[in-house]
Structure formats: structure tokens, C-alpha cells
């Protein structure tokens, strides 16, 4: 939630009552994630902001995530129903009534286990739209990992037939889409009528779920295996918000994967030893293999360990600003008390950059992953990219599939050259994954 408010203030709560701090809306509207450190510097590890009528109350210690993510005095859906109806348009009575049962079916369909059925059309796919790059080439490596991953993705969880097919239709998505998520944090707090263009990209995307949600109805598979979740969701959601879920769910699956990998390509080739460990990896694995159609099973997947390693500490270093709930009751935090209704904030961000959990916290060190056992599916502790409790997000055992497959199938097929340093964060994103701030240019060429 970007915030651009004319009147805020910070309060600090304290056991005598609040001292509140004026003047502080611009700060942070122009930079929230800066923002939050200096408040927490200034006023300690619990601290409010409140803004246009709203109570944001963020909470920095780790030891207070467990409640934030397991208190039943804590909602997840009471704290996402208006952005998701100023996103999506869907009713208030629609997403609590079928909100729980789409997560539970994306949760079901995208278990570590059942993943297995989606990665060869995957693999195919990006093998596909990888072609089309030609044997060498120049490009932005955000628009380069875009140009290939959408179409890809959209193919494998929408049906082929719902994928952008030839690079005009492509370019026009990839636009339309690029509005909508840069503009998503604004339109999940202000009416259309103050967001033109970007209401105009919501629009668009969902006239093209209607005929989305018209393909994979008229599609007669009847084999759990080969249907998309797609057409999983067309036998879930039973009113006319059908295709509003549909647009949110193509949210999710592209609005993060899609810049951490760009974000994980990105460090490793700005690191020589890191690109240098990664491609050794990818080597031994795929030395059988040529770099035309190459083929990526899962059992390669669990191999290309190192590679996994980037793409999590990708994730740790630009997780989502903030992630919410709406307290129900009041709510005991350290010594301190929540008032109902407040909406309660952690910032993976900044968690991810405490030095007890992550030594030297702002370096790229895929290293320090090998201490996690992911063969289990266990993070490092004090990662929370993913959220916690039942509303973890449903979809991240096949979003790290995705990137660890793609990751390394475009480094295995190419040789890049970094034409732009590193770029640094945004500081702008409260939701979802840092974007650059600047440009980051690759040339490239077939192996």
C-alpha cells in the first residue's frame, strides 16, 4: 500500500497513551521502506502510523512474528477484502464467501508433490519462447526475463490457448500488465476514477479473462492431471466474479516470480564468482544435454542447489515491504496492547535485515542457504517472504520451481554481459517485490 496522503502521524504506543508525531505523510509516501527504519530507530520496535482515518501498526521483532502470523485475534481476509475489491472489482460478499476455497484449491494443486504434473509442459514451454530471443541479442534484462516468463507461465497455469502466442500480442500484454502492477499499490487504496490509465489496464485484463474463463469452460479435458488451474477455478467460483478471481490470480502468479527472477540474474551476474559456481552447477547437470530443447526434470531440479540458493537470497533481499492483518480483538504484543481494527504490518523487508538471523544482512551470500534444509522445504529462520500460518502463500513451492528452472535453462542456453551496474531498489513498494530503480542492460548470446 503506497501511500500519498495529505495528513499522517506516527504515534508511539506507550502505557500512558500515544505520542503522536505530525508531519510525517510525505516522508512516507515518497519512501515508505526508509521510512520504517528511521521510525523504528526513533520510536522502537512497535510503533503506528495513522493516515487518512487508517491505523497502521507495524511490528519488528521477530519474536512477534508467530503471533502476527498464528493469533486468531489477527484476520488475513478482513485485512485484504477492500484492496482486493478496489483491485479486482469483487464484491465484499463474494470474497468472503469464496475466498477461502480458491486458496485451498491453489494450496492443493500447487503442492511440491503436484508440481511434478505442471514442470515438462513448463520446461517446453520456456524452451520455446527462449528460441524466439535468436542466437544473440541486447535488451533489458527485466523486459528480456518479462518477454520469455509470461507467456511461459500463463501457458502452463492458464492453457496454452489463454498465452499470449506471437510477440505484438506479448508486447501489448506485457504493457497492459506493467501498468496494472506499477499502479496495483495506488489502486488498492484510491477509487478509478483518480487513476485513469490504470483503471483502463483493469480493464482490459479483465475483458481478457472473460474469454480466458470462455476457453477453459469450453475446454472438455477431463483428466485431474491435464486440467490448468484455470479451469480448476471455473469449478470453484460460482458467480459472476469468476473472471475478477481469474485476474487476481494471474496477479499473483506474475506480479513477484517474474521480478525475482530478473533480480536473481541480475546478482549473479553482477557477482563473477557467483555466475561462475552457478554455471559449474548447471553444467554438470545438463552436460549430456544440448542447449536446444533442453530438458529439466525435477529430480535436476533438486540438483541445481546453488542456483536455488540465488534465487532465495534474491528473495531475501527484495521481499515485500509489508504484509498485512486487521486486528479483530484486542491484541497483547510485547508490553503493549492493539486496538481492534488496527491493521497490523511486518516488513519482510527489513526482517530480512536483522543481523542476529542474517550476518552481514545488505551482501548477496547464496551461501548462507546451504544451512537450510530445503530438501525438507525448511527456510532459515527469520525468512518470511512467504508469510506464515494458513495464509502462507499457496503458490511458492511452484514460484521457486519456476524461477530455479528458468534461472538456470537461460543461463545454460546463453552468455550474458552486464551493460548497466547493478541497479538499486525502489523504495517505494510497500507490496510486493522491489523493482529496479534504474536499468540494467545485458548483451547476449548462444552458447
Not at 525468512?383 to 513451492?397: D, I, L, S, T
Request: hydrophobic residues 40%; aromatic residues 12%.
Amino acid at each position: 500500500m503506497r501511500l500519498t496522503y495529505l495528513e499522517a502521524s506516527v504515534i508511539l504506543i506507550r502505557h500512558r497513551g500515544w505520542i503522536p508525531w505530525f508531519g510525517a505523510a510525505f516522508e512516507f509516501g515518497k519512501a515508505p521502506l526508509d521510512f520504517i527504519a528511521r521510525a523504528r530507530a526513533k520510536h522502537g520496535p512497535i510503533f503506528t502510523v495513522f493516515a487518512a482515518g487508517k491505523r497502521l501498526t507495524f511490528v519488528t521483532l521477530h519474536e512477534d512474528f508467530r503471533t502476527f502470523f498464528m493469533s486468531k485475534d489477527v484476520d488475513f481476509e478482513q485485512a485484504v477484502q477492500e484492496p482486493v475489491h478496489n483491485t479486482a472489482s469483487i464484491s465484499k460478499e463474494s470474497f468472503y464467501r469464496f475466498h477461502p476455497a480458491c486458496n485451498s484449491l491453489i494450496k492443493g494443486r500447487l503442492t511440491p508433490g503436484n508440481i511434478s504434473l505442471l514442470s515438462n509442459h513448463l520446461c517446453e514451454e520456456f524452451n520455446h519462447h527462449l528460441e524466439l530471443l535468436g542466437s544473440k541479442g541486447s535488451d533489458g534484462l527485466s523486459d528480456l526475463v518479462r518477454s520469455v516468463m509470461y507467456p511461459a507461465v500463463m501457458s502452463n497455469l492458464l492453457g496454452k490457448c489463454n498465452s499470449p502466442g506471437c510477440p505484438a500480442t506479448v508486447q501489448e500484454f506485457k504493457e497492459k500488465f506493467r501498468i496494472y502492477d506499477e499502479g496495483f499499490e495506488y489502486g488498492s487504496q484510491l477509487p478509478d476514477i483518480f487513476l485513469g490509465e490504470w483503471a483502463k489496464s483493469k480493464q482490459w485484463l479483465l475483458s481478457l479473462l472473460d474469454n480466458m474463463v470462455i476457453n477453459a469452460e469450453g475446454n472438455t479435458s477431463t483428466e485431474a492431471g491435464t486440467k490448468t488451474l484455470l479451469q480448476h477455478l471455473v469449478t470453484t467460483i460460482t458467480d459472476k466474479f469468476l473472471p475478477n478471481y481469474g485476474l487476481l490470480m494471474l496477479w499473483a502468479s506474475l506480479a513477484n516470480a517474474i521480478p525475482i527472477t530478473f533480480w536473481a540474474l541480475a546478482f549473479i551476474l553482477s557477482d563473477p564468482s557467483a555466475y561462475r559456481t552457478a554455471m559449474e552447477q548447471i553444467t554438470a547437470v545438463f552436460k549430456n544435454q544440448g542447449t536446444e530443447r533442453t530438458a529439466v526434470t525435477t529430480a535436476e531440479l533438486q540438483q541445481l542447489s546453488y542456483v536455488k540458493w540465488c534465487i532465495l537470497e534474491a528473495i531475501r533481499l527484495r521481499a515485500p515491504g509489508a504484509i498485512t492483518r486487521r486486528v479483530v480483538r484486542p491484541l497483547r504484543l510485547q508490553n503493549y496492547i492493539i486496538p481492534p481494527g488496527d491493521l497490523l504490518m511486518v516488513s519482510p523487508y527489513w526482517a530480512h535485515r536483522n543481523p542476529k538471523y542474517f550476518p552481514d544482512p545488505e551482501e548477496f551470500k547464496p551461501e548462507r542457504w546451504e544451512k537450510a534444509d530445503l530438501v525438507k522445504n525448511v527456510f532459515l529462520e527469520g525468512f518470511v517472504a512467504f508469510g506464515g500460518g494458513r495464509n502462507q502463500c499457496p503458490g511458492r513451492w511452484y514460484a521457486l520451481m519456476e524461477m530455479n528452472m528458468f534461472v538456470s535453462l537461460i543461463l545454460y542456453k546463453y552468455e550474458f554481459t552486464l551493460l548497466d551496474p547493478l541497479p538499486n531498489p525502489s523504495s517505494l513498494h510497500l507490496v510486493g517485490t522491489q523493482q529496479p530503480e534504474g536499468p540494467c542492460r545485458v548483451q547476449y548470446k548462444h552458447r
